[in-house]
């Protein structure tokens, strides 16, 4: 028995269509279909405007640098955020300061936000793990910008909060393992004005360099036609997973209120036991899985109990098993017996 992926593309063979007619028409890259895209983007998360670029990390850069911060600015970020946060900010001379993760969210809790805010930072960049929003998180009373990295919580939603809603600059990644992917590339999303006019400034003469081709754009307008379809099967994954997971001592990560939507990015599970424990049971029935926060920045903290106890143990112990729209009947069925006997 061949081991289940961890990750396959929401991707059809009759989506390349749309792909295929960018070489026909000669046109593959910067152009209508970006403009395209990046409208279409912008209307489904409620943002005014953006640009659609070629990156992840770009965005990540360019959001920050909208901000004109002055080198050695301090940026107040979740110890659970992707180790590329570092990385970029270091490039562009700012100083990361970490705070611990709200116990139910699994995103940066208000109380730290508030405390990292008086330590002095100048803006907030907030990861949203593993399908989570910040729930009932009010970051924008804080006094600084707010950049809400979306790229895990697209279309995740409870009531009337979604992800998208609480920053001020959104950035969201479109590379092969996103809910929406473009094969690549990311788009950074204004809810003012302003903000869009320093991006204007910041990409001036730049753009036929720096923004996303044609090509992946109309992979990206496919993927968000299909979208409501895709997170349909995403959450009917994920309740199916989380009810197997009852049988267990383990916790799903993140909100666990019925009223909570998530966009089923993956499922992932703080194990009451050892993470290599549970992954080699799970290997042993061809079941691919991972650490969920091996690759962020609590991996030069993982003792520091005293600083981050919310956020140590999913770092710990944290797993993510396969969760993606294309998963096989049996493979399904697999999946939820192994959930359901995890050590």
Same mark, same amino acid.
């Given at each position: 028995m061949a081991l289940i992926p961890f990750y396959k593309p929401t991707l059809r063979r009759k989506d390349?269509?749309?792909?295929? =007619?960018?070489?026909?028409?000669?046109?593959?890259?910067? &152009?209508?279909?970006?403009?395209?895209?990046?409208? =279409?983007?912008?209307?489904?998360?409620?943002?005014?405007? &953006?640009?659609?670029?070629?990156?992840?990390?770009d965005a990540l850069r360019a959001s920050l640098l909208a901000l004109g911060l002055p080198p050695g600015a301090k940026i107040g970020v979740s110890v659970l955020s992707p180790s590329l946060y570092s990385s970029v900010a270091k490039d562009l001379q700012l100083e990361l300061l970490l705070g611990d993760i709200d116990a139910e969210s699994g995103c940066l809790s208000q109380g730290e936000a508030i405390r990292l805010v008086e330590a002095g930072v100048q803006a907030i960049l907030i990861h949203e793990p593993m399908c989570q929003i910040p729930l009932h998180s009010e970051y924008r009373q804080l006094g600084v910008p707010i950049i809400e990295d979306i790229s895990q919580s697209l279309g995740s939603c409870f009531d009337e909060e979604k992800a998208g809603g609480y920053g001020d600059l959104v950035v969201c990644a479109l590379e092969e393992d996103a809910v929406v992917s473009a094969a690549g590339g990311a788009v950074l999303a204004t809810m003012h004005g302003d903000y869009q006019k320093a991006l204007n400034s910041l990409f001036r003469g730049l753009r036929e360099y720096v923004e996303l081709p044609d090509m992946n754009a109309a992979l990206g307008m496919i993927q968000l036609s299909n979208l409501e379809e895709h997170l349909s099967k995403r959450r009917e994954f994920y309740t199916l997973f989380s009810n197997a997971l009852l049988k267990t001592e383990h916790k799903v990560y993140g909100i666990g209120n019925i009223d909570f939507k998530p966009n089923g990015y993956g499922f992932c599970v703080v194990l009451d036991s050892r993470a290599e424990d549970a992954i080699k049971f799970a290997n042993k029935?061809?079941?691919?899985?991972?650490?969920?926060?091996?690759?962020?920045?609590?991996?030069?903290?993982s003792d520091r109990f005293d600083l981050f106890p919310n956020a140590l143990p999913p770092h710990l112990r944290g797993i993510s098993l396969p969760l993606y729209p294309f998963l096989k009947q049996s493979d399904t069925e697999l999946l939820i017996k192994v959930i359901s006997h995890l050590p």
């Open positions: 390349m269509d749309a792909v295929l =007619q960018t070489m026909v028409d000669e046109r593959i890259g910067p &152009g209508e279909r970006k403009n395209e895209f990046l409208k =279409q983007f912008c209307t489904y998360i409620g943002a005014s405007s &953006g640009i659609a670029l070629r990156s992840y990390p029935y061809q079941v691919s899985v991972q650490k969920t926060f091996a690759s962020t920045l609590a991996r030069d903290f």
